[in-house]
């Protein structure tokens, strides 16, 4: 009488071949019993190859994930600029790294007096003094003092500035020890730009020493690409950076014609 399991088990010095991939724990077994001592070489079952493979992908996904995450952020959200001068001192220091809206998150149209602008150098500017430069690229930091319309004035030698006839106290952001300004200035601000100075007045070759560019020293609004509003690194400069708006709480709207009517008499 014939043992169906006997049958079914290979005997010692025989050859069983596998035309193909052993498809179960079973199959792989008999191939083991088969070939013990080339164990390496017999292919994994489609099920083990297949968890292999699942295995393989999900640690490429997170793997992948987080540097996929970081690139969408930085790409479509945020921007990061290394500090390389003095001229916003003491708000942000050389090599301070700032976090700024960008992409999808700039809304230029929402821009406010005392925000801390990242802008494309607007006419030369950088070529004149290479004041407030970031490596390798075109841009510059200022805090933005004036809007469309707004008449910015200061009488220089340590006089305040004015905003549309609105004194305004900027002890709190201006660098210890610094005036306002030291140059005497009288502008208005023309629709589609801002007018720009660094918190290091003293060393900080902004609107104010650029009067005969093209624009007068204003930056066109689409030149603008963030605006800062954090202190990343080094950590111990960590920090939300304030942008005093208390400043310019008393600051009435613009009125071009009335400033155009007293410039004519």
Known sequence: MVNNNDAARPRAGSTVAYNSAPNSDEEMGRAFAV??????????????????????????????????????????????YIIP????????????????????????????????????????????????????????????????????QCKGA???IKINGQTIDETAYIKPGVQPSSLRFDVLVPAGHIFVLGDNRDNSADSRYHSSDGDGGMVPIDNVVGVAFMICWPLKHWKRIDTHRD?????????ADNWKQETAQ
């Open 35 to 80: 070939h013990p001592r080339h164990a390496s070489r017999v292919v994994l079952p489609i099920n083990a190859r297949r968890g292999v493979w699942e295995s393989i992908c999900k640690l490429l996904t997170v793997c992948m994930l987080p540097v996929l995450l970081v690139l969408s952020i930085r790409i479509f959200l945020l921007g990061q």
């Open 85 to 152: 001068s003095g001229s916003m001192e003491d708000t942000l220091l050389v090599n301070d790294r700032v976090l700024t809206t960008h992409g999808l998150t700039l809304n230029v149209g929402h821009l406010q007096r005392g925000d801390i602008v990242v802008f494309h150098d607007p006419a030369g500017w950088l070529g004149a003094s290479g004041d407030g430069r970031f490596d390798k690229d075109d841009f510059l930091i200022k805090r933005l003092i004036g809007m469309p319309g707004d008449r910015v």
């Open 158 to 160: 340590g006089s305040p």
């Open 247 to 255: 400043v310019f709480a008393n600051v009435p709207n613009s009125n």
